[in-house]
T-cell receptor, first 111, second 112 residues
Framework: GEDVEQSLFLSVREGDSSVINCTYTDSSSTYLYWYKQEPGAGLQLLTYIFSNMDMKQDQRLTVLLNKKDKHLSLRIADTQTGDSAIYFCAESPGSQGNLIFGKGTKLSVKP | DTAVSQTPKYLVTQMGNDKSIKCEQNLGHDTMYWYKQDSKKFLKIMFSYNNKELIINETVPNRFSPKSPDKAHLNLHINSLELGDSAVYFC???????????FGDGTRLSIL
């Protein structure tokens, strides 16, 4: 079945790198996504990677995709207190386009 | 300009009432969605529309009825509200199926 797994919590110090990991089950997903949700706010599309890529870099964000192991990671360099949020991994299996979300990783950044 | 906008942002009402949540997108997208986020932050698809046609209807009670008057709007009407309907409802849109989805800010529905 479709399932996206992520660890629930991650705590880092300001200035360190954060790595949030995700595993997914459906190898037919065209894109894999990372969304950010700040407290009381909506979902912000942070970045996404096409399934035939293995890496994508966008400023402080690096996405790594290992299709063989169905593993996706998000690395945030020089993590800031403003990065504190819940980060959701999502896949889009099948042809209908609906997203299957993980349960979210709550990132806490300590000064 | 807000790309995907939902109204209202907060909705507090009593059990048994009927309410609607509106969603509009100005991105020119063909596909729109409704998701539900429960108290544990778990997000699940409810409906998907492509060019006003229903594509996905997950196992959602038929008290929930989406309406798409045109491809820029997807409204959600809920009849006979129940306590378990309390959640945050997110609207999203994409240029097509399997394209990145952009979300609204959510509607926080609380049932008393």
């Amino acid at each position: 079945g479709e399932d996206v797994e992520q660890s629930l919590f991650l705590s880092v110090r300001e200035g360190d790198s954060s790595v949030i990991n995700c595993t997914y089950t459906d190898s037919s997903s065209t894109y894999l996504y990372w969304y950010k949700q700040e407290p009381g706010a909506g979902l912000q599309l942070l970045t996404y990677i096409f399934s035939n890529m293995d890496m994508k870099q966008d400023q402080r964000l690096t996405v790594l995709l290992n299709k063989k192991d169905k593993h996706l990671s998000l690395r945030i360099a020089d993590t800031q207190t403003g990065d504190s949020a819940i980060y959701f991994c999502a896949e889009s299996p099948g042809s209908q386009g609906n997203l299957i979300f993980g349960k979210g990783t709550k990132l806490s950044v300590k000064p | 300009d807000t790309a995907v906008s939902q109204t209202p942002k907060y909705l507090v009402t009593q059990m048994g009432n009927d309410k609607s949540i509106k969603c509009e997108q100005n991105l020119g997208h063909d596909t729109m969605y409704w998701y539900k986020q429960d108290s544990k932050k778990f997000l699940k698809i409810m409906f998907s529309y492509n060019n006003k046609e229903l594509i996905i209807n997950e196992t959602v009670p038929n008290r929930f009825s989406p309406k798409s008057p045109d491809k820029a709007h997807l409204n959600l009407h809920i009849n006979s509200l129940e306590l378990g309907d309390s959640a945050v409802y997110f609207c999203a849109s994409s240029a097509g199926e399997n394209q990145p989805q952009h979300f609204g800010d959510g509607t926080r529905l609380s049932i008393l």
